[in-house]
């Protein structure tokens, strides 16, 4: 299938979703949106990807959502608006395979949101990262006071949100916005290298690692150890783990088929 806004790509298992409006530092329409809804509703039908790269074209991740096309809706588009991106970050991090934010410039706004709904952040050196909405007097509107508050705290989630202020990369990554900073002409071979990592390991013990972990998060202590205990033992009916202990016990490499 074709895109307008994206590219998309898969190689080796490893799926790469490329959003490409560089003339809008890939600013989020409601045309991005839905073509982002639509290519992973594919990726999560697709049993042959396991694990997914998304970036931006040209020196910006996400600059965030596009105002132009913001800047005259009533409050009942705007409501429209936020739950059509809220929606598609959901089914980004509730994705049957893992996601990895390769962040290449700004990833302000929507583009902050965007990353937030990830597994995995790694950013360029010259990457920026900001949540600017209430300067143009609105609030985040796709996840962004919930997420990044999960993911860095509140206190540093409401200075970032309150004050409008941009963060470089080795920011981002002191505060935990993410998980490693490399300069800019690595974030290609650092993003596939840890993309080749993943994919090499047993598809269906990562989907339900990230199953028990997404699940814990929102859950108490004890519902979240009976959801581990009830994936764990999920495991020991597919043939991945057997193939696994068995090239373990007998000293050879693994060769999973996602079975």
Do not use: H
């Not at 990833?107 to 209430?134: H, M, T, W, Y």
């Not at 202990?245 to 007998?250: I, Q, R, T, V």
Request: aromatic share 6%; net charge neutral.
């Amino acid at each position: 299938m074709d895109y307008k806004n994206l590219i998309f790509d898969v190689e080796n298992n490893i799926a790469t979703v490329k959003i490409n409006r560089p003339k809008a530092l890939n600013a989020l329409n409601t045309e991005t949106i839905k073509e982002l809804d639509e290519v992973f509703t594919k990726i999560e039908e697709d049993d042959s990807i396991s694990v997914v790269i998304i970036t931006g074209e040209g020196r910006s991740f996400v600059a965030g959502a596009d105002i132009s096309e913001m800047a005259t809706k009533s409050p009942a588009e705007a409501k429209v608006f936020a739950k059509a991106g809220m929606d598609v970050f959901l089914k980004i991090e509730k994705l049957n395979k893992p996601v990895i934010a390769k962040i290449n410039g700004f990833a302000l706004g929507g583009g902050c949101e965007l990353l937030s709904s990830c597994d995995i952040r790694i950013a360029s050196d010259k990457a920026l990262f900001g949540q600017p909405e209430v300067g143009l007097g609105i609030t985040p509107g796709f996840g962004g006071t919930q997420r990044l508050q999960r993911l860095i705290g509140p206190g540093f989630a409401k200075y970032l949100i309150y004050t409008a202020e941009n963060i470089k990369a080795q920011k981002a990554y002191e505060i935990g916005l993410v998980q490693e900073v490399v300069e800019a002409e690595k974030l290609d071979e650092r993003v596939k290298e840890i993309a080749i990592k993943i994919a090499n390991n047993a598809p269906k013990a990562v989907r339900f690692a990230k199953e028990a972990i997404n699940t814990g998060a929102q859950s108490d202590i004890a519902t979240a150890m009976r959801t581990e205990e009830n994936l764990f033992a999920l495991c020991f009916s597919t043939e991945d783990q057997k193939n696994g202990m068995d090239a373990f016990l007998n000293k050879k490499k693994a060769e999973f088929k996602n079975k």
